[in-house]
């Protein structure tokens, strides 16, 4: 569901597969830990592999951004489908900038 790489100061989450609310859960709870413990000043959450996303991908994209803010760091999502940018773009994620 998840593999994560640590390097350079930057968190990498790879998601895998659908991103539902059970999945968010499960990806929020371990990319969170990794965050607090690492303090990277950058987390990327790469969706290069999420096959199935909804709005739940929105709201774990939204808490890590809060979360990364309250730590210090910044945060960047990139290798999304074109249907996920326009889920993120709707919810006013292009706007903070994380979108790369």
Avoid: W
């Avoid at 790879?14 to 303090?39: F, N, P, W």
């Avoid at 790469?46 to 709005?55: P, R």
């Avoid at 890590?64 to 990139?78: C, I, N, P, S, T």
Wanted: neutral net charge; contains cysteine.
């Amino acid at each position: 569901m998840i593999e994560t790489e640590y390097k350079n100061n930057v968190l990498t989450a790879y998601l895998k597969g659908e991103l539902d609310h059970d999945s968010a859960a499960a990806i929020r709870t371990q990319v969170d830990a990794m965050a607090q413990s690492l303090r990277p000043s950058l987390l990327c959450l790469d969706f290069k592999d999420v096959s199935f996303m909804d709005s739940s991908g929105v709201g774990l994209v939204m808490g890590r951004y809060r979360r990364m803010k309250l730590l210090g760091g910044a945060l960047a999502v990139k290798n999304y489908s074109d249907s996920a940018y326009k889920i993120f773009a709707m919810s006013g994620l292009e706007a903070l900038g994380v979108l790369a």
